[in-house]
């Protein structure tokens, strides 16, 4: 049930806020007017954070806040606070660790009761309105939270200054010591919690971690220790042949609630899809593996079909919902199954997929049609070739052809809502993923895709003075960019350049990352706030370096900086990416394996890189055949420049040092320097290869 009359959240751009619209709550968007009610009528306030594609935010809507007597509880009680997380990473960044302090925990729909001066006292994830056995639910609760805050005033003001306190910046430890100390300590903690019989780390439910299986694939790139890459390469097949792999569709779901990567919760989101064929596709350079490349393939090839809107940059994410159950769009009866499929073909899809009568998955909150099942590979292609005693290559094509019929029979159903908006950093991952798979797998429209997604957040997302917005949609961008959107697209930036030589976006890079030295460095204790330093001031002002489920802006930041000093020779993004160094090592006595994205960042300090220049002609034969041969040995530690015969101004300017190279006899020619020592150049790809070859002393 919702209300007659729209609250106002009605006027607001983002799809979660307007999903609440119409609730019976008297729902404030954040700002001023919201919090002077509070002040003016001594009410605390109640924020609820969430996001369009959160399927237990739906479940707490339909159950809570769509529930006339749970809203006018709320409304009689407090002022009440609706925030999109994805608009705004700056609150959600704060309250979430307000909730990890208070309770332990976190997560999403994120519920805080807080006083009118911002600062928490409570803190809840999804809340029932009725009890539960083990939970108080909002009848119940908000009684006593108003209670708490009539009758014991003083000790609510103390707890809540108290926490506000302990969410300012500090340090957090007796640091890290050296490089190598961290990187020991993380591989050691990464192996301790490896879960050796279904990959990944922990316990249910298991979340894809992209960055940390990057950390161990360039650990064991850098140690030649065989652990690492087996536990990073055990985790990339658990999850792709897992239920948490659209086996239909591609793309992954949001995470897997079992430990076996087996029932997903079914939101598909962009930062995923990104981070994930950024790690497929290095473990492809890494393995030469087929399945690695088919994997990174189809992810980028969802995107494309799915999420990329009209403009060229790419939606938020995809409902878990569909014609409301969770994961309605994904899930088969066998009879449906039988409507699709016959004969070998439904054999083998049957088989390989574990489809069984009653169902193979059990929804982990409101129920859904009987016997539901999630596709996952239950049987191997040889298996099946000896259980049904036909040839390996007969089971491919069929479950080929089976898996094409379902697919388009799945195209009839409704299909999960999708979240329209643009975001800038998660576009910035997404513009890295493309760039790289072009190189990789020599794909042009791949760096077609990154080039116009590129191209729209630049002329649209980015103010007259530089600096970025966040968020785009319904021809409207605003929100102030935090450190994320510019990390993460001088990053997407760079790989685009090194895809393309296209210069415009090596000058771009560097631009926005002149704005993040500018506006979001703290000179004074070192690393990166979350914030501009004229931003909105809430009650703390962030610095986070612990990577969540995309890497913080502190880790891709120095691996941002160490890059584009290689490429430009620029002293002071050498020196701010020491400063940052020494800040991390030197403060944060924490976990490094809760910072994977900065131990990968730490590894490219180390000194053991490359740096190529090519001078020739970007579409000559010759010049190709040079980069070919960077692109057979590429490692994540090169830096490539192509500077073009007849000169390149913009280059110039850019990075002075190329100033002096030439091409030698006509020839397309490469200038290589390896841990600070430069070799003569060479025109011969052969002779580049051998150089490449050489071990390092």
Known sequence: MTGEIPNRLIGEKSPYLLQHALNPVDWYP????????????????????GYSTCHWCHVMARESFENPRVAALMNESFVNIKVDR????????????????????????????????????????????????????????????????????????????????????????????????????????????????????????????????????????????????????????????????????????????????????????????????????????????????????????????????????????????????????????????????????????????????????????????????????????????????????????????????????????????????????????????FALAARVFRRGEYLDAAGAAADFILATLVKPDGRLLHRYRDGEAAIDGNADDHVFLAWGLTELYRAGFEVRYLDRAMAVTDTLLAHFRDRKEGGFFFTPDDGEALIARMKPVQDGAIPSANSLALALLLRLSALTGRGDYSDAARELEAWFLGEHGGSPAASTAMMISLEMATGLSTEVVIVGDAGGGDTRALLSVLDTRDAPGMTVLLRRVDGDPVLDDLAPFTREFAAKGGKATAYVCRDHACRLPVTDPEALSEILDTPRE
């Open 86 to 433: 994805e608009e705004r990473p700056d609150i959600d960044l704060v309250y979430m660790e307000a909730a990890f302090r208070l309770t332990g925990s976190g997560g999403w729909p994120l519920t805080i009761v807080m006083t009118p001066e911002k600062k928490p006292f409570f803190a809840a994830t999804y809340i029932p309105p009725g009890g539960k056995p083990g939970q108080t639910g909002l009848f119940d609760l908000i009684p006593r939270i108003l209670h708490v805050w009539r009758e014991r005033r003083d000790e609510v003001l103390a707890a809540a200054e108290g926490m506000a306190a302990l969410l300012r910046p500090g340090p957090s430890g007796p640091g890290l010591g050296s490089r190598e100390e961290a990187f020991e300590r993380a591989f050691g903690e990464l192996r301790y919690r490896f879960d050796r019989e279904h990959g990944g780390f922990g316990r249910a439910p298991k979340f894809p971690s992209p960055h940390t299986l990057l950390f161990l694939l360039r650990y064991y790139r850098r140690t030649c220790k065989a652990e690492a890459r087996s536990m990073a390469e055990q985790t990339l097949r658990a999850m792709r042949y897992g239920g948490i792999y659209d086996h239909l569709g591609s793309g992954f779901h949001r995470y897997s609630t079992d430990a076996g990567w087996r029932v997903p919760h079914f939101e598909k989101m962009l930062y995923d899809q990104a981070l994930l064929a950024l790690a497929y596709t290095e473990a492809f350079q890494l393995t030469g593996d087929p399945l690695y490349r088919e994997t990174a393939e189809g992810v980028l090839g969802y995107l494309l079909r799915d999420l990329r809107g009209e403009e060229g940059a790419f939606l938020a994410a995809e409902d878990a919902e569909s014609g409301g159950v969770e994961g309605g769009f994904y899930l088969w009866t066998e009879t449906d199954v039988q409507a699709v499929l016959s004969g070998r073909e439904r054999e083998s899809f049957i088989r390989h997929f574990g489809i069984h009568p009653g169902g193979n998955y059990e929804p982990t909150g409101e129920p859904s049609f009987p016997g539901p099942n999630v596709l996952f590979r239950a049987s191997s292609e040889e298996d099946m070739a000896r259980e049904m005693d036909i040839p390996v290559a007969e089971v491919r094509g069929l479950l080929r052809s089976a898996i094409g019929k379902m697919r388009h029979a799945r195209e009839r159903r409704p299909r999960p809502a999708r979240d329209g908006k643009i975001l800038t950093d998660w576009n910035g991952l997404a513009i890295a993923a």
């Open 30 to 49: 954040w700002g001023d007017e919201a919090f002077e009610r509070a002040r003016d009528e001594d009410r605390p306030v109640f924020l609820s954070i």
